[in-house]
């Protein structure tokens, strides 16, 4: 099953390849499809149809969803890394309407801290002229700091190492096997875009762990 969103209609479950598409509707698929292809295709991201949350609801139609709009369609393979514009579209053009999402843990971990502390922290490393990925906010109040893979499995030790470990701070790096929402889903932005060297080279999670803890421990005082 799949689904469709539509202007004060809510959201209405539909079997793939059974997409009803308005004028807007056809616009934002075209975004989507771009964005896609210039993730797989440039940056070498897999790229997760997902479901998309709205007024609260999760798209997948289930009441006990964990996880509302972060989460793949269960009837839709991912757009592999490499795919061509072609391939996009035809893979795309089954969920048009689906959330644009990245698996982490493959080419990129993610950093994840609330949004006021996340874009103070990254005017200061800006200025400190620190190596950053891309970084992007989502709907949900998040700042998302791409870093290379492995970072969920070191945050731990890292954190104890610079002496944040016990300071509660609300800074986590979601697990490998993840995911979370790229542009042009909903109202996630770029704060910093992808390019060739960050998109496929982030830095390491420790060279900007120290001034993320920092910050959120001044936000949360």
């Known amino acids: 099953?799949?689904?469709?969103?539509?202007?004060?209609?809510?959201?209405?479950?539909?079997?793939?390849?059974?997409?009803?598409?308005?004028r807007s509707a056809r616009s934002t698929r075209t975004s989507e499809v771009t964005a896609v292809a210039e993730y797989t295709g440039l940056w070498g991201w897999d790229v997760a149809p997902g479901a998309r949350?709205?007024?609260?609801?999760?798209?997948?139609?289930?009441?006990?969803?964990?996880?509302?709009?972060?989460?793949?369609?269960?009837?839709?393979?991912?757009?592999?890394?490499?795919?061509?514009?072609?391939?996009v579209t035809k893979a795309w053009s089954q969920c048009p309407g689906a959330a644009v999402l990245l698996p982490v843990g493959r080419t990129f971990d993610v950093l994840d801290v609330a949004a006021p502390a996340g874009r103070r922290a990254l005017v200061r490393l800006e200025r400190m002229g620190m190596p950053l990925g891309p970084v992007s906010s989502t709907p949900a109040g998040r700042t998302h700091f791409y870093v290379a893979p492995g970072a969920s499995a070191e945050l731990p030790r890292l954190l104890y190492r610079m002496g944040w470990d016990d300071a509660g701070l609300d800074l986590r790096c979601p697990p490998r096997g993840g995911h979370v929402p790229a542009p042009p889903s909903g109202e996630v932005h770029w704060l910093r875009p992808p390019s060739l060297d960050t998109a496929t080279r982030p830095p390491e999670a420790r060279l900007l762990l120290g001034t993320l803890a920092y910050i959120c421990h001044r936000s949360a005082a």
């Open 1 to 22: 099953m799949g689904f469709t969103i539509g202007g004060g209609r809510g959201i209405r479950e539909t079997r793939p390849g059974s997409w009803r598409l308005g």
């Open 53 to 87: 949350e709205l007024n609260g609801q999760c798209s997948c139609g289930s009441s006990a969803c964990t996880s509302p709009g972060a989460h793949p369609l269960g009837f839709m393979p991912e757009v592999p890394a490499g795919a061509t514009l072609d391939e």
